[in-house]
């Protein structure tokens, strides 16, 4: 009976990677400039949020949240055809969340779902935590913290609280 069950979690383990591997080939990086919107969406799927931009393109948002650190941008001019991809969780892109005037939409809008979600009950308020790899390759968190309006009240940077859970499965 051992001898099975410990097949079976080999055979279970190996479908799980397999798997993981197959989902792994869709990524935003490999999509080539001049790719359509249908070609996208069938590689990746739906994205979190699409976003007119003011020069007329569209950005696509994928987030690799909880366990990736990046949310990619995805560009598509007039025809639908891709112009641009960037890695939208960067630091030089922390201060187009404006304290007191953006939203939980407009966070969104630019980064998808989050690693987690937090609740400030004490002072009625609530953070999503976004993972990302900082200059220097340490790994960090940028926290917009929203009232009970799903107003930004505040946008923190910490040390990404799980860099030492993401090893805790490893023997």
Same mark, same amino acid.
């Given at each position: 009976?051992? &001898? =099975?069950?410990?097949g /079976? $979690? &080999?055979? /279970?383990?190996?479908? !799980? !990677?397999?798997a993981?591997?197959l989902?792994? !080939?869709?990524?935003? =990086? ?23 931009? *003011?020069?007329g393109t569209?950005?696509?948002t994928? $987030? $690799?949240? *909880? ?8 560009f ?8 641009? &991809? %960037?890695?939208?969780? =960067? %630091? ?9 005037? $953006?939203? %939980?939409?407009?966070?969104? #809008? ?11 009950? /004490? ?5 999503w935590?976004? &993972?990302?790899?900082?200059p220097?390759?340490?790994?960090? #968190? ?7 309006q799903?107003?930004?009240?505040s ?17």
């Amino acid at each position: 009976m051992k &001898r =099975q069950m410990l097949g /079976l $979690s &080999r055979a /279970l383990l190996g479908a !799980c !990677c397999a798997a993981a591997m197959l989902a792994g !080939c869709a990524h935003p =990086q490999l999509i080539d400039m001049g790719q359509t919107e249908e070609f996208v969406t069938a590689e990746l799927g739906e994205p979190n949020a699409k976003t007119p931009m *003011p020069d007329g393109t569209v950005r696509w948002t994928y $987030s $690799s949240q *909880p366990f990736g650190q990046q949310v990619w941008w995805l560009f598509f001019d007039a025809d639908g055809k891709v112009v641009g &991809r %960037e890695n939208g969780l =960067q %630091e030089k892109y922390f201060k187009m969340i404006k304290i007191g005037q $953006s939203t %939980e939409a407009d966070v969104w #809008a630019m980064w998808g779902k989050c690693a987690e979600k937090y609740e400030f009950r /004490l002072a009625n308020e609530h953070a999503w935590m976004y &993972r990302y790899r900082a200059p220097g390759g340490f790994d960090m #968190a940028v926290w917009p913290q929203f009232d009970t309006q799903g107003v930004v009240r505040s946008v923190d940077v910490t040390i990404d609280p799980w860099r030492d859970r993401d090893n805790d499965w490893m023997p």
